[in-house]
């Protein structure tokens, strides 16, 4: 069977300037950058949204366009053999059966935000036991965040990233096809 990608779009995440989703806001995508918080329209980050995309499949009308495409462009056999299966096409088409959404959870993305208090490397530095509260050097926020709290004031820097939120191991805020720990390739805009 013929799939096609029901959708297909960039994950964002959102920043406003105030608590609860108000004030001035920021749309941000993943470009493997960081900006300083000085090139952004934002005075400060007050609330994070980020956004989910689930990739789901339907089984497509390609199937359709591929056969009518045949019928006409082919030569005598194609055209006969493409004619032939175009009415079993337009029956599955028509079938409700046939459009239902197929879920991949491998393809699954969500946006989230890495907030810089200083100049961002790559990779980050652990945060551990050691580091007193209010004094790490950055905070992933994973999931929306109505009022990030002593973050509002403290972020210098923004970047946004990707992450499948149907793996719970370490590797989740690292985009497919990099390893956690590994250095990701980061321009940083002043």
Request: proline share 11%; charged share 25%; glycine share 6%.
């Amino acid at each position: 069977m013929v799939y096609r990608r029901h959708r297909q779009r960039n994950v964002v995440v959102t920043l406003y300037s105030e608590p609860h989703y108000r004030g001035a806001r920021q749309t941000f995508t993943y470009d493997q950058k960081a900006y300083a918080l000085g090139r952004t329209r934002l005075p400060r980050v007050g609330s994070i949204r980020v956004e989910r995309t689930d990739a789901s499949f339907r089984r497509g009308p390609d199937t359709v366009g591929s056969f009518v495409a045949m019928a006409v462009k082919g030569d005598r056999e194609t055209r006969a053999e493409a004619l032939g299966w175009l009415p079993l096409a337009l029956v599955r088409m028509a079938d409700p059966s046939s459009w239902q959404r197929e879920y991949d959870p491998a393809g699954s993305r969500q946006s989230w935000v890495h907030l810089w208090a200083e100049r961002p490397t790559s990779p980050p530095p652990p945060c551990d036991d050691r580091t007193a509260p209010g004094k790490e050097p950055w905070r992933n926020f994973l999931e929306s965040t109505p009022d990030v709290g002593a973050w509002s004031t403290r972020v210098r820097y923004i970047e946004a990233g990707v992450r499948n939120p149907h793996r719970d191991d370490e590797a989740s805020p690292v985009p497919p096809g990099w390893a956690p720990g590994h250095a990701l390739p980061l321009e940083i805009v002043e």
